[in-house]
């Protein structure tokens, strides 16, 4: 009978999930590209040869490392829990109000909010920065990763911002009345009380937004699309995208993409691996030792 209850998210994770993912690594193996669409040749392991070998395989990988931790650093987690915590002790109306204000970028149509950067960033004597500062210059090209970090970050930020200020109000008031009795500072309460609840919080923002961060690259692709030069703020999932379906010798190169995902799901899974061993998972789900008097 429980078998009978799992069957239907079974079928629905087989369908969405491992087929979708087999069918990626059967891809990986063949030539297939819009030269022979239909009748692909077996290649092995030719495609994950030609990417290991590839000139910019290094400079795009570090790029996606770089793009992740300073992402995920300042803005995703950073920024996130500054604007929890900060809101949690000043007055409700105008905490609701701040909040708001940062998920303003996450509604927002991707486009329309490029096209809104674009403007502010764009040379005199259109651009609202070349103005204010007096120097008239395409602030895109001139700070790409700037940029395209702080065009990420705002968004992300939004999304940890909720998960910690949830958090942060489950927690009983009682702890707060009795750390302020005691006379405890504010930074003392953040520090002592705050911080060490939300460990599984952080942990499932940290994991949840590395990955999302590792498969996105709509908005690099809008604010720079990998440039400005060769691969500059080219990341792997942006670089699979364009071998896939954007190949600059006009033929599709489907085996060859798919590859290069199959290789980005192995860094998902090392990159999963480390931030649970860094947050000591094995710890978090151990059951709470009871004293019994």
């Known amino acids: 009978m429980p078998l009978l209850f799992l ?3 079974g079928v629905l994770v087989i369908a969405f999930f491992i087929w979708p993912v087999v069918n990626t690594i059967l891809l990986s193996l063949t030539n297939l590209s819009t030269a022979n669409f239909g009748n ?3 290649v092995g392991l ?4 030609t990417v290991l070998s590839d000139r910019w395989m290094p400079r ?4 996606s490392v770089f793009y992740l931790v300073a992402t995920l650093a300042f803005f995703n987690l950073g920024l996130a829990l500054v604007i929890a915590v900060s809101t949690s002790f000043i007055p409700q109306r105008a905490a609701d109000g701040i909040r708001l204000f940062w998920l303003l970028p996450r509604i927002t149509s991707p486009v329309v909010f490029v096209l809104i950067i674009q403007g502010l960033l764009a040379p005199g004597p259109y651009g609202v920065l070349s103005q204010l500062t007096g120097v008239s210059q395409s602030w895109i090209n001139a700070y790409p990763w700037t940029v ?3 065009a990420n970050g705002i968004i992300g930020a939004s999304f940890g911002m909720l998960i910690f200020t949830a958090s942060i109000k489950s927690i009983p008031d009682e702890q707060f009345q009795a750390a302020a009795v005691d006379g405890a500072s504010q930074m003392f ?3 002592r009380v705050i911080l060490p609840q939300l460990r599984w919080p952080i942990l499932f923002v940290t994991a949840y937004q590395s990955l999302a961060l590792l498969s996105s690259f709509e908005y690099i692709m809008l604010l720079t699309n990998g440039g400005p030069g060769f691969y500059t703020t080219e990341v792997w999932s942006l670089w699979a995208y364009s071998e896939a379906f954007q190949s600059y010798s006009g033929t599709a190169r489907f085996g060859l993409g798919s590859a290069m995902v199959a290789g980005l799901v192995v860094v ?3 990159v999963s691996l480390i931030i ?17 008097n």
């Open 7 to 9: 069957l239907p998210a």
């Open 40 to 42: 692909p040749d077996f």
């Open 46 to 49: 030719d495609n994950y040869s």
């Open 60 to 63: 795009i990988l570090g790029n």
């Open 148 to 150: 395209i970090v702080f």
């Open 189 to 191: 309460l953040v520090r």
């Open 268 to 270: 998902a899974l090392i």
């Open 276 to 292: 649970l061993r860094l947050f000591r998972f094995n710890d978090l789900v151990t059951k709470p030792k009871i004293e019994v």
